[in-house]
């Protein structure tokens, strides 16, 4: 069983419609969860950090974290093209080690 | 303005030579890792330092050395050991060891054997 796992995609959406990304974990211990945009070719930069249960928001993106589900996700709304990338899951694990998913692509279409 | 810089940003290794990537970080953090990016795969980790003169062992450690000799440096030598080299290379750097912050990453190096 993989650590992190995302579904890798891609995951086609409208210009304007709502992104909705998912990831799983494996470690019950792990407190901080991230999300991380990578364009093509390019390194990740962070764009979410959620350390407890619930949503928060950050402009178009919300992170959402259900620790008993080992359940983290990421919503963009108002999808625009500049949002086609790769969507990276981290958790965290000891020793301020992050556990990457393999990441999930998203195509925003015209 | 602070970050981290890697180079080169492509790099070409022939069969059994050794080769160094270099990470500097001017953000005066004390964690520094070195990921692998394959296509289709997530970040996997090799080696990591919470503390100058200080390094562990990764995931995927093998074919692989580092050194920390400065707080700002980090730099990570693919030996001839490592039989299947050619990835993307991230460095990143964190302010935190425990918490487990977010990373800072470079822009990375594109290693190829030819």
């Known amino acids: 069983q993989k650590e992190v796992e995302q579904n890798s995609g891609p995951l086609s959406v409208p210009e304007g419609a709502i992104a909705s990304l998912n990831c799983t974990y494996s470690?019950?211990?792990?407190?901080?969860f991230f999300w991380y945009r990578q364009y093509s070719g390019k390194s990740p930069e962070l764009i979410m950090s959620?350390?407890?249960?619930g949503d928060k928001e950050d402009g178009r993106f919300t992170a959402q974290l259900n620790k008993a589900s080992q359940y983290v996700s990421l919503l963009i709304r108002d999808s625009q093209p500049s949002d086609s990338a790769t969507y990276l899951c981290?958790?965290?694990?000891?020793?301020?080690?992050?556990?990457f998913g393999a990441g999930t692509q998203v195509v925003v279409t015209p | 303005d602070g970050g981290i810089t890697q180079s080169p940003k492509y790099l070409f290794r022939k069969e059994g030579q050794n080769v160094t990537l270099s990470c500097e970080q001017n953000?005066?953090?004390?964690?520094m890792y070195w990921y692998r990016q394959d296509p289709g795969q997530g970040l996997r980790l090799i080696y990591y330092?919470?503390?100058?003169?200080?390094?562990q062992k990764g995931d995927i450690a093998e074919g692989y050395s580092v050194s920390r000799e400065k707080k700002e440096s980090f730099p990570l030598t693919v030996t001839s050991a490592q039989k299947n080299p050619t990835a993307f290379y991230l460095c990143?750097?964190?302010?935190?060891?425990?918490?487990?912050?977010?990373?800072?990453f470079g822009s990375g190096t594109r290693l190829t054997v030819v």
């Open positions: 990143a750097s964190s302010t935190t060891t425990v918490v487990g912050g977010g990373y800072t």
């Open positions: 470690d019950r211990v792990s407190q901080s």
């Open positions: 959620i350390y407890s249960n």
């Open positions: 981290a958790v965290s694990r000891s020793w301020g080690k992050l556990q």
């Open positions: 953000l005066n953090h004390d964690a």
């Open positions: 330092s919470q503390i100058v003169n200080d390094f």
